[in-house]
């Protein structure tokens, strides 16, 4: 669904539920993780512009909440009072990751929903000198011994997709965790410390332009990366369920009005120029969701995830 269709099914709603607006206030956005990462840079691009699209005199003021691995940001957005004051972005599947590993104080089933702010598809990856040119070249090591991925430790979403991505293309691998964030395991495997890496898409891309890394395989039903093959070339569609997508949500409860009117300034503001160079920017999908194909999206990825709890509970 484009954005003008969405904007359209909105404006198609009953007036009674139009007329809410979230009075001029203060609303603040909470980002579970620290300034400066992606989930970070996305909320401070949109914040102003999704203001913009509400009553004057409305600000929208992002707010780090840094413990927990992210579950400590979202248990609070889970507690905040149901009135339109508080938003947050959701990182899915990362919060499905905690809850599985009982580290969450919340149900996502239970969110109000408003939308998306962009999706990154997944790849794996090599060092720019490594030997290994192909998926078929990985796919001989594997033969012959593990291959040697570089990630994140358990708790981290990278964890996860490296292990659903090593069974769904048959490699057998051993992970080499213990690194911080992102830009640590990927830069972990372009100095040699492992052999591959799996990552999303722009932090993969940013590093082949810049001579890094070769990109062997990008996640998505047809790649956007010149000479990587995908998802339907490798024959296995599942690879593009695996993938990173910033959901914006209100505290459960939240009335059905206020929801539509946050839903409607969360799409808007997609057309943002400055949304757009951001996205641009990163590499990044931009998303145009409705309110409740974000609860869908949110519910298939946790069936998604939870089809595959033996193969991570033995990783």
């Known amino acids: 669904m484009n954005r003008r269709h969405l904007l359209a099914g909105l404006a198609a709603l009953p007036a009674a539920a139009r007329a809410a607006e979230p009075a001029g206030r203060d609303i603040r956005f909470i ?14 691009s949109f914040a102003p512009a999704i203001a913009a699209h509400l009553p004057p005199p409305t600000r929208v003021i992002p707010d780090n909440i840094t413990a927990g691995g992210g579950s400590l940001g ?12 508080t938003l947050g972005v959701i990182n899915i ?16 089933a239970r969110f109000s ?26 796919r001989a090591l594997s033969a012959s011994l593990p291959i040697r991925f570089t990630t994140t430790g358990r708790e981290g ?7 659903i991505a090593m069974h769904l293309l048959g490699l057998r691998g051993r992970f080499i965790t213990g690194y911080r964030g992102s830009n640590d395991y990927v830069v972990a495997a372009i100095r040699g410390d492992g052999d591959a890496v799996v990552a999303t898409l722009p932090l993969l891309r940013q590093m082949q332009q810049g001579g890094l890394l070769r990109v062997l395989a990008s996640f998505e039903p047809h790649s956007s990366i010149a000479g990587a093959e ?12 695996i993938m990173i997508e910033r959901i914006v949500a209100a505290p459960p409860g939240l009335p059905p009005a206020v929801q539509t009117r946050l839903a409607e300034a969360l799409a808007a503001a997609q057309a943002d120029p400055g949304v757009r160079a951001w996205a641009q ?6 998303v145009a969701r409705t309110p409740a194909e974000a609860a869908a999206l949110v519910a298939a990825q946790g069936q998604f995830y939870q089809s595959w709890k033996p193969e991570l509970d033995a990783a």
């Open 157 to 163: 979403t990278a964890f996860a997709a490296t292990v």
């Open 74 to 85: 979202v248990a609070q957005l889970y507690r905040a009072r149901p009135d339109g004051g």
């Open 281 to 286: 920017g990163l590499g990044t999908e931009l």
């Open 93 to 108: 599947p990362g919060m499905f990751v905690l809850q599985r590993q009982g580290a969450a104080a919340y149900d996502l």
């Open 31 to 44: 980002i579970p993780y620290g300034a400066g990462g992606g989930f970070d840079l996305a909320v401070r």
């Open 113 to 138: 929903y408003l939308g998306s702010m962009g999706r990154d598809a997944y790849g794996i990856a090599v060092a720019a000198g490594s030997p290994l040119r192909s998926m078929a070249d990985l």
């Open 230 to 241: 995908d998802a339907t070339s490798l024959g296995q569609p599942g690879l593009s369920a």
